[in-house]
């Protein structure tokens, strides 16, 4: 089991793109659903919509509520809180998740293996995975590209052409319907890089790329994803 620090700063490499569509879409709720799937453009698996739009009442959410990830609260009640536990190789954690761990094949040059995690909801449940590849030339690794992975998700995935991180700094994107993922997905260059999604058994899956320079890199880094068997 990893430490608390570990721990958050683990999740805080995935938070930048992986909560803040949660936490977009938990906001949208408050506003009236007055909208059916015909509006938005339904997409394998995802739900393109325009800015500003509300949540479409055909969305389905999730059915497990987002654990305590933070330690707030209540130091003596840990009930509500999230359980992380990291892995020493690929292959370990692989083994142990019941969804698909992918790697990218061959490792980008200058990068090496992270933070490898799965984040465990307060039932033991699978809640979120987390792949790391940072620059090995640092003292200090920064992340330089993240796969994650979202086990309980809505159904279909909303997304709108900007996302706010965790300062509710919003970040313009375009979301491109492309074919060089495991399986067809959405794309878009973003302040910090590229973000891909793509949505497997109900699983949502993101590829953040702040490795690459131009699309045709990022799109030639997505191609590489492989699953570890």
Not at 88 to 106: E, H
Not at 200 to 228: F, K, M, P, R, W
């Amino acid at each position: 089991m990893v430490s608390r620090r570990s721990f958050v700063r683990g999740l805080a490499i995935a938070s930048g793109i992986v909560l803040s569509p949660l936490s977009q879409l938990f906001k949208s709720i408050s506003r009236v659903q007055a909208q059916n799937c015909s509006h938005g453009d339904l997409y394998a698996g995802f739900l393109l919509l325009d800015a500003g739009d509300p949540l479409p009442s055909c969305v389905t959410l999730p059915t497990v509520p987002i654990p305590n990830v933070c330690g707030a609260g209540d130091d003596d009640d840990d009930s509500g809180m999230a359980k992380p536990t990291s892995y020493q190789s690929i292959q370990d954690m692989a083994n142990s998740a019941t969804f698909n761990v992918y790697k990218l094949s061959p490792t980008p040059t200058g990068l090496d293996l992270g933070e490898l995690m799965i984040i465990y909801d307060p039932n033991d449940g699978e809640y979120m995975g987390l792949v790391s590849y940072e620059a090995n030339q640092q003292t200090d690794p920064i992340s330089c590209i993240r796969i994650t992975t979202e086990v309980d998700v809505s159904s279909p995935y909303p997304l709108w052409p900007d996302i706010a991180d965790v300062n509710d700094t919003h970040t313009g994107l375009t979301w491109q319907q492309v074919s060089f993922l495991p399986t067809a997905g959405v794309f878009s260059e973003s302040q910090a890089g590229f973000i891909s999604h793509w949505i497997e058994d109900g699983i949502l899956y993101t590829l953040i790329d702040n490795h690459s320079t131009t699309s045709t890199q990022a799109a030639a880094l997505a191609s590489t994803l492989t699953i570890v068997t």
